[in-house]
T-cell receptor
Framework: RKEVEQDPGPFNVPEGATVAFNCTYS??????FFWYRQDCRKEPKLLMS???SGNEDGRFTAQLNRASQYISLLIRDSKLSDSATYLC???????????FGQGTRLTINP | DTAVSQTPKYLVTQMGNDKSIKCEQN?????MYWYKQDSKKFLKIMFS???????INETVPNRFSPKSPDKAHLNLHINSLELGDSAVYFC???????????FGSGTRLTVV
């Protein structure tokens, strides 16, 4: 079983729609959680950290469910510029490294 | 001003050659990493150094040898390149894992 699993998509949604991604992780000792965004032929960039209480940054909302070991990302009022691959990322306590999911590819259509 | 810079950006070389990729960060981070992103887009860790000391060495062929002359630099030397080494190699740095990484722009290696 992969340490971090995501639906690779692709997700094609119209501009203005709300879209949600989920991700599951296998190790219950995972400690830090993130969503990264990767544009085509570019490096991954930190979108947001994910906290147990859930957190919001503008149109983006992240949730963590430790009991079920899944993380979600909700994008409201999607823009064309949101088109990218979204990577779910976790770290293990004491592991000193981040483990990346395969990514979910999102395309926003005009 | 670039926080994590890698050179070269593109590298095309023949099988059997030896090549190096360089990485430098000006963020003052203690830890640096090499990741490989293959054609299926999986990002897999290869090595990590903390303050010039190797702390992570995943299952990587010993043709790959990292070197960290100081905590701001992490280089990757690859001997006897093979077709399967073709990938994008990303350097990253972090100060605390709980804050995530900052990545370099990647080196696209093509072995022909």
């Amino acid at each position: 079983r992969k340490e971090v699993e995501q639906d690779p998509g692709p997700f094609n949604v119209p501009e203005g729609a709300t879209v949600a991604f989920n991700c599951t992780y296998s190790n219950s000792a995972s400690q830090s959680f993130f969503w990264y965004r990767q544009d085509c032929r570019k490096e991954p960039k930190l979108l947001m950290s994910v906290y147990s209480s859930g957190n919001e940054d503008g149109r983006f909302t992240a949730q963590l469910n430790r009991a079920s070991q899944y993380i979600s990302l909700l994008i409201r009022d999607s823009k064309l510029s949101d088109s990218a691959t979204y990577l779910c990322v976790v770290s293990l306590q004491g592991a000193q490294k981040l483990v990346f999911g395969q990514g979910t590819r999102l395309t926003i259509n005009p | 001003d670039t926080a994590v810079s890698q050179t070269p950006k593109y590298l095309v070389t023949q099988m059997g050659n030896d090549k190096s990729i360089k990485c430098e960060q000006n963020l003052g981070h203690d830890t640096m990493y090499w990741y490989k992103q293959d054609s299926k887009k999986f990002l897999k860790i290869m090595f990590s150094y903390n303050n010039k000391e190797l702390i992570i060495n995943e299952t990587v062929p010993n043709r790959f040898s990292p070197k960290s002359p100081d905590k701001a630099h992490l280089n990757l030397h690859i001997n006897s390149l093979e077709l399967g080494d073709s990938a994008v190699y990303f350097c990253a740095s972090s100060q605390e894992i709980s804050r995530g990484y900052t990545f370099g722009s990647g080196t696209r290696l093509t072995v022909v």
